[in-house]
């Protein structure tokens, strides 16, 4: 296929509202569409409505000039929040991407590139020692610089919204469950206690997922930085959130033993930086298990809902891990004892877990 062929191959492949991010970026950034100049290409998609491309100048010899375009279509997305903790997380100097033009009405941001390769695309057993130091790093940077008042409370309504995802989407919608009776009790007595221990954790900026996939290798050794993306959804609350979601992700699984020393660096790293944890590790420990389960409860919720109002299906691959971070806890502590046998009963004799 010729240079021009090519070319005229990519853009069809666009859809309308590509093809305006596109044109929209180039005429920001003095770009034209001819063969050989930029390319414009998807960059990657996630679970929520935005998705983002890529556009590299073609005509650069010693070097390569990228950006981002952001497309989050404000029927369904408010690019606002992205904006103000972007700047939050700059002032905390935390490596995002920079905001070079903003078009609201529109949808469009563009974006400085913080790379192409995430965390999750070359995290091992091997190497995830030095990789989650500065990943650990930037989160207590993020956190030190926390004010109340600034971003939403993660509070009692929006903990329980998320954990009602749970049996709405997963049990109802997917496995065909509607909870009553003391099973219903029991759900409820399970989510009145998460939400409680939730609440009694010191407050800090959470980023709600922070995790491998939202983490960038922005630079190479030995001048490596980590970016850090996806932020939009931050809010104040419980400090051992992110630590968590770090170490407990949608995508790996670690041995139990490796999470826990991870943890404990966390902890004494954020002592030392003056966070306000408590010092017993310990109760940081239920802490961070506690609000894994209410984050893990969400996600299975989550990745049901994708699946069958939004048409993504991949995300239901990835619930086993979930089912796995429940049940493991569930089984360690027995005031979850009513969580683990709704489990027994009604999700593990549909995905038995290995």
Same mark, same amino acid.
């Given at each position: 296929?010729?240079?021009?062929?090519?070319?005229?191959?990519?853009?069809?492949?666009?859809?309308?509202?590509?093809?305006?991010?596109?044109?929209?970026?180039?005429?920001?950034?003095?770009?034209?569409?001819?063969?050989? *100049?930029?390319?414009?290409?998807?960059?990657?998609?996630?679970?929520?409505?935005?998705?983002?491309?890529?556009?590299?100048?073609?005509?650069?010899?010693? *070097?390569?000039?990228?950006?981002?375009?952001?497309?989050?279509?404000?029927?369904?997305?408010?690019?606002?929040?992205?904006?103000?903790?972007?700047?939050?997380?700059?002032?905390?100097?935390?490596?995002?991407?920079?905001?070079?033009?903003?078009?609201?009405?529109?949808?469009?941001?563009?974006?400085?590139?913080? *790379?192409?390769?995430?965390?999750?695309?070359?995290?091992?057993?091997?190497?995830?020692?030095?990789?989650?130091?500065?990943?650990?790093?930037?989160?207590?940077?993020?956190?030190?610089?926390?004010?109340?008042?600034?971003?939403?409370?993660?509070?009692?309504?929006?903990?329980?919204?998320?954990?009602?995802?749970?049996?709405?989407?997963?049990?109802?919608?997917?496995?065909?469950?509607?909870?009553?009776?003391?099973?219903?009790?029991?759900?409820?007595?399970?989510?009145?206690?998460?939400?409680?221990?939730?609440?009694?954790?010191?407050?800090?900026?959470?980023?709600?997922?922070?995790?491998?996939?939202?983490?960038?290798?922005?630079?190479?050794?030995?001048?490596?930085?980590?970016?850090?993306?996806?932020?939009?959804?931050?809010?104040?609350?419980?400090?051992?959130?992110?630590?968590?979601?770090?170490?407990?992700?949608?995508?790996?699984?670690?041995?139990?033993?490796?999470?826990?020393?991870?943890?404990?660096?966390?902890?004494?790293?954020?002592?030392?930086? *003056?966070?306000?944890?408590?010092?017993?590790?310990?109760?940081?420990?239920?802490?961070?298990?506690?609000?894994?389960?209410?984050?893990?409860?969400?996600?299975?919720?989550?990745?049901?809902?994708?699946?069958?109002?939004?048409?993504?299906?991949?995300?239901?691959?990835?619930?086993?891990?979930?089912?796995?971070?429940?049940?493991?806890?569930?089984?360690?502590?027995?005031?979850?004892?009513?969580?683990?046998?709704?489990?027994?009963?009604?999700?593990?004799?549909?995905?038995?877990?290995?």
């Amino acid at each position: 296929m010729t240079g021009s062929a090519s070319l005229a191959a990519s853009l069809n492949a666009l859809d309308a509202r590509a093809v305006q991010a596109r044109d929209w970026a180039f005429a920001c950034l003095g770009l034209s569409i001819e063969p050989g *100049g930029a390319s414009f290409a998807p960059a990657s998609a996630d679970a929520s409505f935005r998705r983002y491309f890529r556009i590299v100048d073609g005509r650069i010899v010693d *070097g390569r000039r990228s950006w981002i375009v952001m497309d989050a279509p404000p029927a369904v997305e408010d690019c606002r929040p992205f904006l103000k903790v972007g700047a939050l997380l700059l002032a905390a100097g935390v490596h995002v991407p920079q905001v070079l033009e903003q078009d609201l009405a529109q949808g469009f941001l563009l974006l400085s590139d913080l *790379g192409a390769q995430t965390y999750l695309d070359v995290l091992t057993l091997d190497n995830a020692d030095a990789l989650f130091q500065p990943a650990i790093n930037a989160l207590i940077q993020w956190q030190l610089a926390s004010r109340p008042g600034v971003l939403p409370d993660y509070d009692e309504p929006l903990l329980a919204r998320e954990l009602a995802l749970f049996p709405d989407w997963y049990l109802s919608r997917h496995l065909g469950v509607t909870l009553s009776g003391d099973d219903l009790a029991a759900w409820q007595s399970v989510c009145a206690s998460l939400i409680a221990a939730a609440l009694a954790q010191p407050k800090v900026y959470v980023h709600r997922d922070y995790m491998p996939r939202n983490l960038m290798i922005s630079e190479p050794e030995p001048h490596f930085r980590v970016g850090v993306l996806d932020y939009q959804d931050a809010v104040y609350g419980p400090i051992a959130y992110d630590p968590i979601c770090l170490f407990k992700d949608a995508f790996l699984s670690w041995p139990e033993a490796r999470i826990d020393t991870w943890l404990r660096r966390y902890h004494r790293q954020g002592l030392m930086a *003056g966070l306000p944890l408590t010092a017993d590790y310990v109760a940081f420990r239920r802490d961070a298990d506690w609000i894994g389960l209410q984050r893990h409860l969400k996600v299975l919720g989550i990745f049901a809902r994708i699946n069958y109002r939004d048409g993504k299906p991949k995300y239901l691959a990835d619930t086993p891990r979930f089912i796995r971070y429940v049940v493991d806890v569930a089984a360690r502590d027995a005031e979850l004892a009513p969580l683990a046998a709704l489990f027994e009963r009604y999700v593990l004799p549909v995905v038995p877990l290995a």
